[in-house]
């Protein structure tokens, strides 16, 4: 009985070491999981807005802090958007329209979008696969033109995405330019499957202002260190 109840023990300690072996490996390997994206020396914040507030003061306020954000010592990039990976996963986008492939046919999207301040992508050090970033050019005077992931390309445009145009029907815009395309970004878990994606510059959306901003700060040494000098300008 002795000798049986040693050999019982000694089995399940390599079960349980074995187990825990597998569960180390699979959690080192999540933490390095390419997401698409670089969160290290980022911070981010909410910014809780009156809902009273118009889309036009909103944006007032906005680009007047990220104009003080960017003068912080130590901070090289700042942005701003409707949402952040792991955060919120943006607006879906739902609907038929006329396939950019054969406009004779339609076409079923089903799509997350941002709107977000023409620095975001960069700020999120998202890559660059195709074409262009969004600019500050992007305005209300100019031709509407949004940024796709890999993924929307893939599934609703095709290889060559970059210069088609899609009738999304985004604000009183009907037609958009696709003028870039970005590497994939995964929202949660490093296993799940990557969704279509857009972005569009709240430039060329106003009225699409009236979310809850997320702040983007990337610094050069550690980020929490800025944390009172950003709740003080934005107070």
Same mark, same amino acid.
């Not at 609907?95 to 406009?103: F, G, K, L």
């Not at 089903?110 to 992508?121: D, G, H, I, N, Q």
């Given at each position: 009985l002795r000798t049986l109840s040693m050999i019982g023990q000694v089995a399940i300690a390599c079960v349980l070491l074995i187990g825990g072996a597998l569960l180390a490996r699979s959690f080192v390997a999540m933490l390095h999981a390419d997401r698409g994206y670089d969160a290290t020396q980022l911070l981010t914040a909410r910014l809780n807005y009156p809902h009273e507030l118009p889309a036009e003061h909103r944006i007032q306020r906005l680009e007047a802090l990220q104009a003080r954000l960017r003068?912080?010592?130590?901070?090289?990039?700042?942005a701003f958007g409707n949402g952040l990976p792991l955060v919120h996963i943006g607006n879906v986008f739902g =609907?038929?329209?006329? %396939?950019? =492939?054969?406009?004779a046919s339609s076409l079923q999207i089903?799509?997350?979008? =941002?709107?977000? %301040?023409?620095?975001?992508?960069d700020a999120l050090q998202l890559r660059l696969v195709a074409g262009r970033a969004l600019a500050a050019t992007d305005t209300a005077a100019s031709p509407g033109a949004i940024v796709v992931n890999q993924s929307f390309a893939r599934a609703y445009i095709g290889r060559d995405a970059v210069g088609q145009r899609v009738r999304l029907g985004l604000g009183s815009r009907q037609d958009w330019e696709v003028v870039g395309i970005?590497?994939?970004v995964r929202q949660g878990d490093v296993a799940e499957a990557t969704r279509p994606e857009f972005f569009v510059s709240y430039r060329q959306?106003?009225?699409a202002i009236d979310f809850t901003p997320m702040l983007l700060l990337r610094t050069e040494g550690d980020p929490m260190?800025?944390?009172?000098t950003v709740r003080a300008l934005v107070r």
């Open positions: 003068a912080i010592p130590g901070v090289t990039q700042t =609907r038929i329209i006329p %396939s950019p =492939r054969d406009p089903a799509a997350t979008w =941002r709107v977000v %301040s023409p620095e975001y992508l970005v590497n994939d959306l106003p009225d260190a800025h944390v009172a």
